[in-house]
């Protein structure tokens, strides 16, 4: 529970090597920040997870972000409530969504490389602002439009498709016309899941079976458009099994565990060339001035019944390290958030 | 010389392990073969040279050939005579390009992956058609105008500038309005050479000069459209100096030697994601359609003076496998070529 004069706040104390763990980070305690110049003071009430974290806790950092000096705490999206501000777009009461990090009270400018976003009244869950409404939702959204241009009869394959993300894109897919829809996602229980709940019509655990040999029994004809999340081995395969003049979209790379910024290279990439492919990338930043047009849409097929948003959230600030762990070894489908405080 | 009775080849006697060598060939002496239904005989007139026939030479072949057996003659781009023909669109006389093998008198299936050509009578030499208006120059005019859609003002960098095919992309980025034209080749000689007589702003010699810190200085603000021919090492580096939301065209990975299917990834990929950018590869046949458009702006271009055509002929059949490993450490600039006899 928030308290009203004490700032807790979890900060990077060793930069992990390999895997994050809980011991990367401690809890510190001191008075809340005070109001500075141009910035907002927030009492955070949801934090999001995101594979990417992992990535940002590198010393260089992931090049949108500052880097986290040790110390600092760790950032993330959020949600939070406007305590003060300095900043005239935003007043005390406004509950906005953007980055912040693991606090009680976040210090934050709300101009800086992911802005803060005041959120309208809404009929629906504050928490859907960071899923479908969110990066996930946007991410999805501008990745499977723009991105892999998806359209009627694309047989559409998306790795971590039991995650915030790939949930999303699976369902925007299906909007757009995708014929078939394949999921790659570890474990049977979650590829179960993903067809009986999230509307694909096949989904591979690819730490059961052989992804080479089901992707070859599933798509047949060639995939025309991936979703990439995950990177490394799995991607390799998939380079393998596109259909000519295929689209890529490198979301993510889940499976390095973002531990480097030098990573294993898709060793199949010359496939590019060999069946004339379209590999790009997607960061949200570059989307900023079609947000809107992206949360109509996504509003539009959520109240039609067409989009489904999954939720796990978990209460409790002092939770916050050990649920970051649990990215890269996702038990529950959807987007993973932490309760921290209710607005006042 | 051509002997009317007898047919050389040089059949794939072993394949290579790493770099390609002249063993890996054998010459062997049979009669000229018989016409079969469909097909077409053929007098060798050139042989033209292409770093891809390296991967060509692998067990699994490249995909968009058939693998060449042991015992087979190798498979080569060339120019030839029609001396016999079963295909009603060809006759006996015409000059034709297209895919053939290291023989004097190649038997050929004209509607194959590559089909043959017949070429037109023409004010200029024979050979254009395999350089500037053959593979290297549709590669070139497709990679840069539909690949990586060059416009005024961009940053292009080239690799393997020297080659066949990059002195020619080089060529018309300029024409199409890039602001820095930037080559990448190994060799000082080289690199002079290039800016001196193919109108590049600069050429990094990668085996003398600090890539990294080249390209650094030479395109501050990004690089906005890269041709890439080589891959590896060269490609990473140059990942780390993209501009948001640039370009790379994957032409080819002759770095690697084409030694496996199973290359070195690029390992900085994720600047895919982190910057935005599009990646697409190009191979010919997915552009058949359009032969005509491109020959007929290469040829304007061409009559114009704007843009210049570089050969490096070299004399005699028997000379076929010892110049293949040269295409590897090239030390004169532009397309090699093979003479092995003249029309009658």
Same mark, same amino acid.
């Given at each position: 529970m928030t308290n009203d004069s004490i700032n807790r706040q979890w900060v990077v104390a060793r930069r992990p090597v390999g895997a994050v763990k809980p011991e990367n980070f401690a809890l510190v305690q001191g008075p809340v920040p005070s109001l500075q110049k141009g910035k907002v003071l927030l009492r955070a009430l949801y934090f999001g997870y995101d594979a990417a974290q992992r990535f940002w806790l590198?010393?260089?950092? #992931? %090049? $949108?972000l500052p880097p986290i000096n040790l110390g600092e705490p760790m950032l993330t999206g959020g949600i939070g409530q406007v305590i003060?501000?300095?900043?005239?777009?935003y007043k005390a009461g406004d509950i906005v969504e953007g980055l912040m990090s693991w606090q009680d009270y976040p210090l934050v400018d709300?101009?800086?490389?992911i802005p803060l976003r005041v959120l309208p009244q809404a009929?629906?869950?504050?928490?859907w602002n960071m899923s479908v409404f969110g990066v996930n939702g946007l991410t999805a959204y501008f990745g499977v439009t723009?991105?892999?241009k998806v359209k009627a009869g694309d047989t559409v394959v998306i790795s971590s498709a039991g995650g915030a993300t790939g949930l999303l894109a699976g369902g925007i897919a299906r909007i757009l016309g995708a014929a078939k829809l394949v999921g790659i996602a570890g474990g049977r229980d979650k590829c179960q899941w993903l067809v009986r709940? #999230? %509307? $694909?019509d096949a989904a591979i655990d690819y730490k059961g079976e052989d992804l080479d040999k089901r992707l070859a029994e599933l798509c047949p004809q060639g995939i025309s458009c991936y979703f990439d999340n995950v990177g490394g081995a799995i991607l390799d395969t998939v380079f393998m099994h596109m259909a000519n003049l295929g689209r890529i979209l490198i979301?993510?790379?889940i499976s390095s565990g973002y531990?480097?910024?030098k990573m294993q290279g898709p060793?199949?990439?010359?496939q590019i060339c060999a069946r004339q492919l379209t590999v790009q990338g997607i960061l949200l930043p570059f989307y900023k001035d079609r947000i809107g047009e992206a949360i109509a849409a996504l509003a539009k097929w959520v109240k039609e019944g067409r989009l489904r948003v999954h939720e796990e959230i978990v209460e409790g600030f002092e939770r916050a390290p050990e649920l970051?762990?649990?990215?890269?070894?996702?038990?529950?489908p959807g987007k993973l958030l932490l309760h921290v405080a209710d607005p006042v």
């Open positions: 590198t010393e260089q950092g #992931a %090049g $949108y003060a501000s300095d900043n005239p777009s709300p101009e800086g490389p009929d629906y869950p504050l928490t723009d991105g892999l709940n #999230a %509307g $694909y979301c993510g790379a531990n480097d910024t060793g199949n990439y010359m970051l762990p649990t990215m890269y070894a996702v038990k529950n």
